[in-house]
């Protein structure tokens, strides 16, 4: 079954390709899904591959141009067609033996409110062991979803031990009420991301990453 036309690929081999992908069951849904190299490093080296975890996202941030629609969550299918599209570009040359792939989940959409990025992921970690992939989840850490993110240390400790999980949590500003503005969903605290940093690291782990989107409005 196939979930997604290409509608246009554009970009530079040099640097990214990003795949603007529709759905062919809804013509409203509209997805991306990107693949970039990280100069200096060649291919052999380090090779980004990024995939959307919903079909537009919910959580309405301000400075994200994903927020202006939400149509649900993509499906395991969904989230393997989009990672296959891009390794069927690649399967006569070296990037799917690079040292490092990095596999990022993150928009469109936020990771945690789709419980199929779970099973996608144990899949990967299962069926994909020839290929050095290295997820990493980028999220604004939203309450409710403790259990997802339990669930998601399994996989980590698992699948991907020794630093080949990425968990990045996405700030974007060190004032808390700014934070409730410009991410406008229950999110949990600095607080409580310090502790379940404390209980997700294990030794040998990649160390967490905080993010912060830069803009002539961003309060520190
Ligand atoms: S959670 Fe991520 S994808 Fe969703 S609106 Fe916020 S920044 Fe955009």
């Known amino acids: 079954m196939v979930y997604f036309d290409v509608v246009e690929k554009k970009g530079n081999r040099d640097v990214a390709f990003v795949y603007l992908l529709k759905s062919t069951k809804d013509k409203d849904v509209l997805i991306e899904c990107v693949e970039s190299l990280d100069p200096p490093f060649p291919p052999s080296e380090k090779w980004v591959i990024t995939l959307s975890s919903q079909k537009g996202c919910p959580a309405g941030c301000v400075f994200c141009d994903a927020s202006y629609y939400f149509k649900g969550n993509l499906s395991k299918e969904e989230l393997f067609e989009q990672l296959n599209l891009i390794l069927e570009n690649h399967k006569n040359d070296e990037y799917p033996k690079s040292k490092k792939i990095k596999l990022h989940l993150a ?113 520190f």
């Open 107 to 219: 928009r469109m959409g936020e990771p945690s409110f789709n419980d199929n990025v779970l099973a996608f992921l144990s899949e990967v970690g299962k069926n994909f062991q020839e290929i050095n992939f290295i997820p990493s989840i980028a999220t604004i850490a939203p309450r409710g979803r403790e259990d997802w993110f339990y669930k998601l240390k399994e996989i980590k400790d698992n699948f991907f031990s020794q630093g080949r999980f990425q968990l990045q949590f996405s700030l974007n500003t060190t004032d808390e009420n700014e934070r409730e503005k410009i991410m406008p969903v229950k999110k949990w605290s600095f607080s409580d991301i310090s502790k379940f940093g404390d209980f997700w690291l294990k030794e040998n782990d990649r160390l967490i990453t905080l993010n912060f989107a830069l803009g002539k409005k961003a309060v």
